[in-house]
């Protein structure tokens, strides 16, 4: 059996080397995703200090 022709090209989005053309191409859900992301606040303020609701805190405590 043979696959069918790819109808949507293939992209790839990285944090390391964002690019905004690939982002503005995304459906809204998914900029939404990405937008919420720690990642995507560290690319709009790279010298601030982020925070998130949902991150473990770490301590140098062994717990035994």
């Known amino acids: 059996?043979?696959?069918p022709d790819q109808e949507n090209k293939n992209v790839v989005?990285?944090?390391e080397a964002f690019?905004?053309?690939i982002f503005n191409s995304l459906p809204d859900?998914?900029?939404d995703?990405?937008?919420s992301s720690i990642?995507?606040?560290k690319i709009q303020q790279p010298n601030h200090i982020h925070s998130h609701?949902?991150?473990p805190e770490y301590?140098?405590?062994l717990p035994f």
């Open 1 to 3: 059996m043979k696959a």
């Open 13 to 15: 989005l990285s944090y």
């Open 19 to 21: 690019d905004w053309d």
């Open 29 to 31: 859900f998914l900029k």
């Open 33 to 35: 995703k990405i937008k």
């Open 39 to 41: 990642e995507f606040s």
């Open 53 to 55: 609701n949902n991150e």
């Open 59 to 61: 301590s140098n405590d």
